[in-house]
C-alpha cells in the first residue's frame, strides 16, 4: 500500500480533526491536567483507533510507519484546530523513543503498544530538590540487590505522577563515579510498595504536579533501559534528539500576539504602558520570523525560542496585572497569571539551562565553570 504524502495526510487528517472535534478536550499542551485526564483518555484512544498516534513510529510498534514531517503535519493541524495532539507527550515522546532506541525486545513489545493505546502512561522521574538544572548532581540510589535495585530518594516537578502507571527513572547506581558516569536509566512501575506520590501546591492554589518519594522499593533489574551506568547518555539522547515542528510554535505565538493585542482595546493606556505593549509585540513578532526561518525540525536554536517566548510571556503578566491595578492583587485571571508567570522559567528547562545552551552551542562560548 502506498503511503500518503505529506500534503494528503494532512488534509485527511484536518478533515478527521473537524469531524471529531465535539470529542476533544481543550488543548492542554503536553501534558493533561488531572481534571482533564478521563476526557483525555477518551480522546486518545479516538487517535488511536484512527490511526493518530505513533504517526511515525515504525508499524511493528504499533505506529504508521511515517515520517517526522507527517507527525509535523498533524501536530500542526491539532495547533490549528485548538484540541490536543497527544494525551501523554512524556509517554509518546520520551519513553517511547527511549524504549524504541535502548529497549529489549522483551521491553519493546510489554511498552510500546499499549503506550500508543493508553494502557501504559507515563510520568518522568528525573528531577530532584537539589539537582534540577542540574541533573546529574541527582541523588537518588539504586543500589544492586540479587535480581532487584533498592531504589531510595526523592523526585520533584513530575508532572502526571498521580494518574500515571509508569515513570521513566534516572538514579544513581555507582556513587564513586564521576557523576554523569554513574547514573542509570529505567522504566519504573508506579504500584510498587514503597512508592509514594504527593500532590505538590503551587502558590496558584493548584497542584500541577507531584512529589514522589522512594521507600527501600524493590525494582526488578529487567527494568533497566540501556546499559548499566549509562544512564546519562540515555537521558540526553531522548531529550535533545525530541523531534517536534515550528509551525506548531508559530500558531501558539500568533494567539498570544492577538491576545496582547487586546490589551490595547477599549483601555487609556499611559504612554509607558503603551510602550511596554508596544514592546512586548515587537519581540513576539521577531520570535515569529524567527520560527519561521528555523524550518520543521528543532534545533538548539529553539532555546533562544524558549528563553524569549518565557520572558515574553512573564512581562505580558505582570502588564496585565499592572493594568488590572488593585483588582489583580485579589483574584480573577490577572492575578492568576501573575502568580502562575515566574513557573515558565522553570518548566521545560530552566533560563539559566538555555542561556548555557545558547552561550555554549551557539556562540562558542566557553563552558559554565563547575564548583
Excluded at 7 to 16: C, I, K, M, S, T
Excluded at 115 to 129: A, G, K, R
Excluded at 167 to 187: D, Q, V
Amino acid at each position: 500500500m502506498t503511503s500518503p504524502t505529506v500534503d494528503e495526510f494532512q488534509a485527511a487528517a484536518g478533515e478527521w480533526i473537524a469531524a471529531n472535534r465535539a470529542h476533544a478536550p481543550r488543548d492542554y499542551g503536553a501534558i493533561c491536567p488531572i481534571d482533564l485526564v478521563p476526557q483525555g483518555l477518551e480522546w486518545q484512544r479516538r487517535l488511536f483507533d484512527a490511526g493518530f498516534t505513533g504517526i511515525h513510529w515504525p508499524i511493528e510498534f504499533g505506529g504508521r510507519g511515517l515520517t517526522p514531517e507527517h507527525n509535523a503535519a498533524w501536530q500542526y493541524e491539532c495547533a490549528l484546530a485548538g484540541v490536543p495532539s497527544v494525551f501523554n507527550m512524556v509517554g509518546l515522546v520520551l519513553a517511547g523513543q527511549a524504549v524504541q532506541r535502548f529497549g529489549t525486545p522483551d521491553q519493546q513489545e510489554l511498552h510500546l503498544r499499549r503506550t500508543l493505546s493508553t494502557e501504559h502512561i507515563w510520568c518522568q522521574l528525573f528531577s530532584e530538590p537539589g539537582a534540577g538544572s542540574d541533573l546529574g548532581g541527582l541523588t537518588t540510589r539504586a543500589e544492586r540487590d540479587g535480581d532487584n535495585f533498592v531504589i531510595n530518594g526523592q523526585k520533584v516537578w513530575c508532572s502526571g505522577g498521580r494518574y500515571s502507571n509508569w515513570g521513566i527513572l534516572m538514579a544513581r547506581t555507582n556513587p564513586e563515579a564521576p557523576k554523569h558516569e554513574g547514573i542509570s536509566f529505567f522504566l519504573c512501575p508506579m504500584d510498587l510498595p514503597g512508592i509514594e506520590v504527593r500532590p505538590l501546591r503551587q502558590m496558584t492554589g493548584e497542584a500541577e504536579f507531584d512529589e514522589v518519594f522512594f521507600t527501600d522499593v524493590q525494582l526488578p533489574a529487567e527494568h533497566l533501559l540501556g546499559p548499566l551506568h549509562g544512564g546519562w547518555g540515555v537521558g540526553m539522547a531522548v531529550l535533545t534528539n525530541e523531534r517536534g515542528h515550528i509551525g506548531t510554535s508559530v500558531v501558539g505565538l500568533e494567539r498570544r500576539l492577538e491576545s496582547m493585542a487586546a490589551l490595547a482595546d477599549g483601555r487609556a493606556l499611559s504612554p509607558i504602558e503603551r510602550q511596554r505593549l508596544t514592546a512586548l509585540i515587537a519581540t513576539g513578532t521577531s520570535f515569529k520570523a524567527m520560527a519561521q526561518r528555523q524550518g520543521p525540525i528543532a534545533s538548539t536554536a529553539a532555546s533562544l525560542m524558549k528563553l524569549g517566548i518565557t520572558e515574553m510571556m512573564f512581562e505580558s503578566a505582570m502588564l496585565r496585572a499592572d493594568l488590572a491595578g488593585a483588582d489583580a492583587m485579589l483574584d480573577g485571571p490577572d492575578a492568576f497569571g501573575m502568580l502562575q508567570a515566574p513557573g515558565g522559567r522553570i518548566a521545560g528547562g530552566t533560563s539559566q539551562v538555555q542561556r548555557n545552551i545558547i552561550g555554549e552551542r551557539l556562540l562558542g562560548l566557553p563552558r559554565e565553570p563547575k564548583p
